[in-house]
Nanobody, 122 residues
Framework: QVQLVESGGGRVQAGDSLRLSCTASGRTVDDYAVGWFRQAPGKEREFVGAITWIGGGTYYADSVKGRFTASRDTAKNQVYLQMNKVKSEDTAVYYC???????????????WGQGTQVTVSS
C-alpha cells in the first residue's frame, strides 16, 4: 500500500484560500487515483474531489465545483487541493486517499492519510 500524509490545513476566514498537500510514499502511485474527502463533526465522510495519477483527470463534488481544484506533481509524488473562496461549511478534517478506482464512495479507497483540519470562520 501507498502511505499518504496530508499537510496544509489551518484556520482561515471565509472567502480566503488554502492549499492542502498530500505526499505519497512507499509503493508507486502510478496505478492509482488520489481522492480528497472530508468529514465534519457528526457527519459522514464525504467526497470532495479526485484526480487520476496518469492523465490528471479531475472530478469534484457539486458543493466545491468551481472553488476547489485538484492537481498533482508526479515528480514529487504529491497531490494538491487548492481551496478558494472557502465557506464555513467547508470546515472539516480533510483526508487524501489512494485507490485503484475512482469513486465517490469512501469505502472503495484502500489507502488513507491521517487527515488535516481545516477550520473556516465567518
Amino acid at each position: 500500500q501507498v502511505q499518504l500524509v496530508e499537510s496544509g490545513g489551518g484556520r482561515v476566514q471565509a472567502g480566503d484560500s488554502l492549499r492542502l498537500s498530500c505526499t505519497a510514499s512507499g509503493r508507486t502511485v502510478d496505478d492509482y487515483a488520489v481522492g480528497w474527502f472530508r468529514q465534519a463533526p457528526g457527519k459522514e465522510r464525504e467526497f470532495v474531489g479526485a484526480i487520476t495519477w496518469i492523465g490528471g483527470g479531475t472530478y469534484y463534488a457539486d458543493s466545491v465545483k468551481g472553488r476547489f481544484t485538484a492537481s498533482r506533481d508526479t515528480a514529487k509524488n504529491q497531490v494538491y487541493l487548492q481551496m478558494n473562496k472557502v465557506k464555513s461549511e467547508d470546515t472539516a478534517v480533510y483526508y487524501c486517499a489512494a485507490g485503484g478506482i475512482l469513486s465517490s464512495d469512501w469505502s472503495q479507497w484502500t489507502s488513507w492519510g491521517q487527515g488535516t483540519q481545516v477550520t473556516v470562520s465567518s
